[in-house]
Structures are given as C-alpha cells and as structure tokens.
C-alpha cells in the first residue's frame, strides 16, 4: 500500500511540476539549453522520482516518507527511443510530527539520466551524479556539458528550489491525505506547505 502511495504520489509531482515534454523532436531538444522550466513527460518524471525515493532516498536516514524533487535543466530525445534528462535533482526523507513533516535526511544530486522507452513507460539505464568535494567543479562542466551554465543557474537560485520543494510536498500530503500543514528543517523555523 505504501508503494503504491509513492507511486501516485509521484505521478502528482509530475503534475505539479509542469514541467515539458520528453516527446519532442530533436530540433526542440535543442532549445532546451535556456534556463526556463523543462516541460518532461509525466512517465519519464515518474521513473525519475521512483528512483530518487526508492534507490537514492534508501541510502539517508530512513523517515516515514521520503519526497523526491527537481528542477529539470534539459533533455534530448534520440531516434531510439533513450532519452537523456540533466538537472538538479533532491530527496528528502520526513517524519511527522502532530501538523509538520520533519526533515531526517537528504541532499542533492545533480546530473544525467538516461531513460530507454519501455512497454510501460520508461526505465531508468543509468544515472551519472555531479561528483562532491574538489572534483564537483570539473565533473559538473563534463556531464552538463553545453547545459553548464543552465545548470548553474538553477542551482543558485535558492527560491525557485525551494519552492519546487515546498510543492512536491505540498501535493505529496494531498495524495496521501496527511493532516500535516508545515514542514521544518532541524534547527529552522517550520514553512507552511500551502500557498
């Protein structure tokens, strides 16, 4: 029953999200390099964030819920059907407390994805991460390549990440219809979930 709450659960972020499409043509692929939303097709945000809450989220802490998010950077679409996904991508795994989910563990995992269109859907082939510390920098500009400087852009604009965060969890309470109105880092005031 709880997976199959993550999975509505995501199939709602992807919604939320509104992100754009992985069915386009390669000519629009291309124009994917502006640092604008990316629209990304609900079954291919769907494979993302069953793999961030359920593979990556599995290596924190462990919390009642794990809640993935992304800003999406660009994608590609190839004649065989793989498409490739960069972007800033984040998992949080919460417990509730009365009215607030509070954050037990999480971070940040920047890079490529690569799907491969399937019966049902997409499948997740691999998942090439930003590397951390002193090697963040290089591998950065090798796995976002033209991307970088999108990528950069995303990733300091603290406002626009936390308001993709806020809404993932936003519509994550709903589908799973929590009577939870915050959510609160340790150590930081609790934000309200609602607009």
């Known amino acids: 029953m709880k997976k199959l709450s993550i999975i509505l659960l995501m199939l709602a972020v992807a919604c939320v999200a509104m992100l754009s499409s992985c069915k386009k043509d390669k000519n ?13 097709d609900e079954d291919c945000l769907f494979a993302i964030n069953y793999m961030l809450a359920n593979e990556i989220g599995a290596t924190y802490a462990p919390g009642e819920y794990a809640i993935p998010f ?4 660009a994608v590609e679409k190839n004649d065989s059907d793989e498409v490739l996904v960069w ?3 984040w998992v949080f795994n919460y417990n509730q407390n009365g009215d607030v989910l509070e954050t037990v563990s999480g971070g940040n995992h920047p890079g490529r994805i690569y799907l491969d269109k399937v019966e049902y859907g997409y499948e997740l082939r691999d998942f090439e991460q930003v590397a951390d510390g002193a090697d963040f920098e290089a ?14 852009k ?11 965060r806020r809404a993932a969890i936003e519509a994550f309470v709903k589908d799973q219809k929590l009577s939870v109105t915050q959510y609160q880092d340790y150590g930081w005031p609790a934000r309200p979930i609602a607009k």
């Open 139 to 152: 591998s950065a500009k090798e796995i976002f390549g033209e991307h970088y400087d999108a990528y950069r």
């Open 154 to 164: 995303v990733a300091s604009d603290e406002n626009a990440r936390e308001e993709a």
């Open 28 to 40: 629009a692929a291309e124009s994917t390099v502006s640092t604008e939303k990316i629209e990304v």
């Open 87 to 89: 972007g800033d991508f």
């Open 70 to 73: 992304e800003t999406i950077v």
